[in-house]
């Protein structure tokens, strides 16, 4: 299940404005890799690059190279939809739809792309809940509104319907900036079991979450407002948290700028 | 602390009276606009509440009554309002939406959409007796066809196109992209996204955006009276070039001497045109409240 992701390289550009520049990195399936850095570094936005996100922005493009085990996410002929069902995202906020019920909700993405089968959704929705650590709590209320769970559930809530459709990798941006802290134990809890299946990436301004729940750091930083944001450092979280090879990783996780 | 208590002390005689003045004023003003609406409901209600409780209101036509003979209904107006207003629907909202969805979720921003916006705000600007004589100058001197139920309703399609085109732009604009990012990051194709995620999010919105753009289109007189011609049987084909309904049954009557029955008739038809309306109006805020309890 879980995948390799190489990037090589990686430009990223909104309209004229470069955003990002020479990002090189490489995540190993089945770890937990967080992108640290300050605001505007354009870590989130090397995280879109890795399902194609970015693309949903008008303007933005992105050159080099990215890949899922060997295979060119950018390469000619590959849909960005396919790319979005192998790579999956949280996001900052907790967006359920709020159209549809709980279970609807985790169904969404197997079912809106053709699933009928009764027996399969029902297997797929409780156990992307129990992945996600939510099942007990709403197993008796499957159909009421996604929206009417607290802001922490309604997070996990995003994290089942993201695993329900299988991918390998699972991106998050900030999953915890909007959640008070018992929520975001809970997501952290979360983290550690979803990385035995897949690959995740997770986007934190939080360095205590970054040393928590992430086996690997890198941080990202820019020269100046105006300037691309660039990958100054990345390693074992442990090492970087430690005894960090450069000046300027360790005055932003000692928190003497940023 | 002297100059404290000076401003917590209540206001100086001149303060005072300015505040009283000012009241008065807003107070009269929210009379005098109020007042019209209100005369004009009662003596409708009044005049109007004798025709519409006879039974034979509801159920018959006007074939074979005068002005001078009591008796017969407003079957055939109502149903022509109804059916007229419904081919309108039917033409226009598919239209509007998808007009709508093509603005925001598929050319937001670009040259094209401001320029299709443009041309929206001009067409909610123009006048229903325009709109009226375009069809007539279209379908009647230049094809060449004759007048029609069909016809009027193609002018109304013209000026409930632009509302229901804006209230659903509106509705599709305070869908977050949040959302939409949420569906693109399941795999879901935009068309999809669209389709399953932003409309049924948007639903109650666009559905009451629907039931007021038909609502005001119901009461409009200009395209009626030039396009079809008032009928006082009942006839449902809508290709008919006779077809009664509730504003041209109103200015049918608008000559009778009071002491005819027809005289009673045209308050009739009056206040079973604003129940209609009323009636939508109110369906309209169920249906966005009921949208409203969705969502929590």
């Known amino acids: 299940m879980a995948k390799r992701i190489e990037v090589e390289d990686l430009d990223v550009y909104y309209g004229s404005f470069q955003a990002v520049a020479g990002v090189s990195l490489v995540v190993e399936p089945r770890t937990v890799t967080a992108f640290i850095g300050p605001s505007g570094c354009g870590k989130s936005t090397v995280l879109r690059t890795l399902n194609r996100m970015h693309e949903v922005i008008p303007g933005a493009y992105a050159k080099g190279r990215v890949s899922l085990d060997g295979v060119d996410l950018y390469g000619p002929g590959v849909d960005p939809v396919a790319v979005r069902r192998l790579v999956g995202m949280v996001f900052q906020r907790p967006n359920p739809f709020p159209s549809m019920s709980i279970y609807d909700n985790v169904a969404a993405g197997l079912k809106l792309n053709g699933t009928r089968n009764k027996q399969e959704l029902d297997e797929t929705v409780e156990r992307s809940l129990r992945g996600a650590n939510l099942w007990n709590e709403v197993k008796d209320r499957l159909n009421r509104a996604g929206t009417s769970l607290s802001g922490g559930q309604q997070q996990r809530l995003c994290i089942a319907r993201a695993i329900a459709v299988r991918p390998d990798v699972i991106l998050m941006d900030e999953p915890c900036s909007a959640l008070d802290p018992i929520s975001t134990l809970a997501i952290e809890d979360l983290i550690g079991e979803l990385k035995e299946q897949y690959t995740v990436v997770i986007v934190t301004h939080n360095m205590q979450q970054a040393s928590r729940v992430s086996d690997r750091t890198a941080f990202f930083n820019l020269e100046a407002q105006g300037l691309p944001g660039r990958l100054i450092e990345i390693n074992d979280t442990e090492t970087i948290f430690s005894n960090p090879s450069l000046k300027a990783t360790e005055d932003y996780i000692t928190g003497r700028f940023g | ?296």
């Open chain 2, 1 to 296: 602390m002297s100059t404290t208590t000076g401003t917590l002390t209540s206001p100086r005689g001149g303060r005072r009276a300015v505040d009283l003045v000012v009241r008065v004023l807003v107070y009269v003003s929210a009379l005098i606009a109020i007042a019209p609406l209100v005369w004009i409901l009662v003596s409708i209600v009044a005049e109007g509440l004798p025709a519409i409780l006879s039974a034979s209101w509801w159920t018959q036509d006007l074939a074979g009554t005068t002005d001078r003979r009591a008796g017969g209904g407003a079957l055939h107006a109502i149903i022509g309002t109804l059916e007229i207003g419904l081919v309108t629907a039917v033409v226009a909202v598919p239209v509007a939406v998808m007009g709508a969805i093509f603005l925001i979720e598929y050319a937001r921003g670009t040259r094209w959409a401001r320029l299709v916006s443009f041309t929206v705000d001009i067409l909610s600007g123009i006048p229903s007796i325009v709109a009226a004589l375009f069809v007539y100058t279209l379908l009647i001197t230049l094809l060449g066809l004759g007048r029609s139920a069909v016809a009027a309703s193609l002018a109304l399609v013209l000026l409930m196109l632009p509302t229901v085109l804006r209230s659903t732009e509106e509705m599709l604009k305070l869908v977050p992209d949040s959302l939409r990012e949420a569906a693109y990051a399941l795999g879901l194709p935009k068309w999809k996204t669209v389709v399953q995620v932003v409309i049924p999010t948007a639903f109650s919105g666009i559905a009451t955006g629907v039931i007021l753009g038909l609502a005001r289109v119901m009461g409009e007189t200009a395209p009626l009276l030039i396009l079809v011609a008032y009928a006082r049987n009942l006839y449902l084909s809508p290709t008919t070039s006779n077809m009664g309904t509730l504003p041209t049954m109103i200015n049918s009557g608008r000559n009778v001497a009071e002491t005819l029955p027809g005289y009673s008739r045209v308050w009739g038809a009056a206040l079973t045109l604003i129940l209609l309306v009323m009636g939508l109006n109110l369906l309209a805020r169920g249906v966005a409240r009921a949208g409203r309890l969705k969502d929590r």
